[in-house]
């Protein structure tokens, strides 16, 4: 692994099903984030995690949870999902307080 | 709450010649980081330039550097001998501080055309 990988690359789902996209770094960055990139919309901010044991609420948290058990792992759940979660979900890190974020590939998800 | 305005959802320029795409913020901090990411159709993000706000010195990449004007909280970006390679999306973001936690805020991005 070099770098940050997400999994799935894409995925169809139905709605009111549980997903879960993960997301791992090999970077040993302490800060992790989750982004949905809408069209016209940019890039928003759905969580993040400062350091391991740690998670907090962006600027679009609601349908979405996160957890932070180690620092390399920073897994996205949508516990049922809607529609409007239809988005393309980037997951990125940083050491904090270097200040460059380090994205992932994406994950393209459909919810039907 | 701090913003990041890119006015311009699309620009194009000729193939080898200049372009400035503009990005405005509007904050109450003084010490931040200004960045522009690019994103291929690939839909990798990758780090075009950043800026710290306490350097007076406009950041500069090879072909590419900013404009960053503090006061007038404008950071816009400049690519020179435009190249096919350079069409992509051009994000500006702002990173702050609050209370420890290093949030981004990203604008709504601007699609650049480059023409052979």
């Known amino acids: 692994i070099a770098g940050i990988t997400q999994a799935p690359t894409s995925q169809i789902l139905a709605a009111g099903r549980r997903m879960t996209l993960r997301c791992t770094q090999d970077?040993?960055?302490?800060?992790m984030y989750w982004y949905r990139q809408d069209l016209g919309l940019g890039l928003r901010l759905i969580h993040y995690?400062?350091?391991?044991?740690?998670?907090g609420k962006g600027e679009v948290p609601d349908g979405y949870s996160v957890s932070r058990a180690n620092t390399d792992d920073f897994p996205l759940t949508l516990a049922s999902a809607v529609p409007s979660q239809t988005s393309v979900y980037f997951c990125?890190?940083?050491?904090?307080?270097?200040?460059?974020?380090?994205f992932g590939p994406g994950t393209r998800l459909t919810v039907l | 709450a701090q913003t990041v305005t890119q006015s311009q959802p699309e620009m194009s320029v000729q193939e080898a010649e200049t372009v400035t795409l503009s990005c405005t913020y509007d904050?109450?901090?003084?010490?931040?980081?200004l960045f522009w990411y690019k994103q291929p159709p690939s839909r990798q993000m990758i780090l075009v330039i950043r800026?710290?706000?306490?350097?007076?010195q406009n950041a500069t990449e090879n072909r590419f550097s900013v404009n960053f004007q503090k006061a007038a909280k404008s950071f816009s970006l400049k690519i020179s001998d435009s190249q096919l390679g350079d069409a992509a999306m051009y994000f500006c973001?702002?990173?702050?501080?609050?209370?420890?936690?290093?949030?981004?805020?990203f604008g709504t991005g601007t699609r650049l055309k480059v023409l052979a």
């Open positions: 904050t109450s901090e003084s010490d931040y980081y």
């Open positions: 990125a890190s940083s050491t904090g307080v270097e200040d460059t974020q380090y």
């Open positions: 800026q710290e706000a306490y350097k007076q």
């Open positions: 973001a702002y990173r702050h501080t609050t209370s420890g936690t290093y949030k981004y805020i």
């Open positions: 970077m040993r960055h302490n800060a």
């Open positions: 995690s400062n350091t391991a044991g740690t998670t």
